[in-house]
């Protein structure tokens, strides 16, 4: 029989999206090397989640494991500048090189790098194949991202064939519910809810928890757990997005919000999707004068 999984909690918080608790957790002995590989993995990839890139690129020197240095390229590409194409072009060369170029961490950051790059066809490439729960759990995201729900399906019942409970395989589920809308966002509602209550409550699925609230109407409620979300974190992005989404809805100003995501995040989608709007809207005056 295999011993108890040493790596459980420390896993589980980073998926959950509690990274400062993840972190927290990694003070583990009795590790294999591997084990410790995957720790050290998880722990730095928080730190990247949290923004504190330099403190990946520092620490992890050139004689480390595979994995350990596809997480420093990840720093590197969201440090940005010259570091961001250094990582790109590095990616390539590592890929490309047989004998690592079916690194499980690796094929997982090239994936989260392509998707980020919006090249979806690239980020597929190296990440279809599967061949463990957080890759199947990227191609969820990924067919998501371009309205393939068929092809999400698929790869979400793969992952409930492997491990129906696992909190990935749960997660996916609810970002699968919510994109097929309907009668599922009070499933989606639902899993979140129940990942709140047997684990902790993080900013992640509290933000699930409240585009569930928005899908069925709930705006007041909805807002009510972003403004909670807000104050666990005044900087994530996805919070203040859905917040102007759901002021939008509730007739109340945005434009604190909206200066709020320019200063994070300018490039987030929604700011995106706002300034294309207005240069039709732009476009469409000038046609009428």
């Given at each position: 029989?295999s ?9 589980n ?24 590989v ?16 330099q ?27 010259e ?36 090249n ?36 979400l ?6 491990d129906?409970?696992?909190?990935l ?21 639902y899993?979140?809810q129940?990942?709140?209550e ?7 699925i509290?933000?699930?928890r409240?585009?569930?609230?928005m ?11 972003l ?11 996805d919070?203040?997005?859905n917040?102007?989404?759901c ?5 109340k ?14 490039d987030h ?21």
């Amino acid at each position: 029989m295999s011993g108890p999984d040493r790596l459980f909690s420390l896993r589980n918080n980073f998926y959950l999206g509690a990274y400062q608790a993840a972190i927290n957790e990694s003070n583990v002995g009795g590790l294999t090397e591997a084990q410790n590989v995957e720790k050290d993995c998880l722990v730095y990839r928080s730190y990247i989640a949290l923004g504190s890139y330099q403190l990946v690129i520092d620490e992890i020197n050139s004689s480390a494991a595979t994995a350990l240095q596809a997480v420093k390229l990840l720093a590197m590409y969201f440090l940005g500048g010259e570091k961001r194409e250094k990582s790109l072009s590095s990616l390539q060369e590592w890929l490309s090189d047989v004998a690592i170029a079916n690194n499980p961490t690796l094929l997982m950051i090239a994936g989260t790098i392509y998707a980020q790059e919006q090249n979806f066809n690239e980020a597929l490439k190296y990440t279809n194949g599967g061949g463990t729960l957080e890759l199947h759990a990227l191609n969820v995201q990924i067919f998501l991202k371009i309205y393939r729900t068929d092809h999400a399906e698929k790869q979400l019942k793969i992952m409930q064939q492997i491990d129906e409970d696992h909190t990935l395989t749960q997660l996916a589920s609810a970002w699968l519910c919510l994109a097929l809308g309907g009668s599922k966002i009070q499933e989606a509602f639902y899993i979140f809810q129940e990942l709140c209550e047997k684990y902790t409550w993080t900013v992640p699925i509290m933000n699930g928890r409240a585009v569930c609230n928005m899908h069925m109407g709930h705006f007041e409620d909805a807002e009510t757990v972003l403004l909670e979300a807000l104050n666990k974190d005044a900087k994530d992005a996805d919070t203040i997005a859905n917040l102007i989404v759901c002021n939008l809805h509730l007739g109340k100003p945005t434009s604190r919000y909206l200066n709020q995501l320019k200063m994070v995040d300018p490039d987030h989608p929604l700011l995106k999707r706002s300034a294309n709007a207005q240069e039709a809207f732009e476009r469409a005056l000038q046609n009428f004068s």
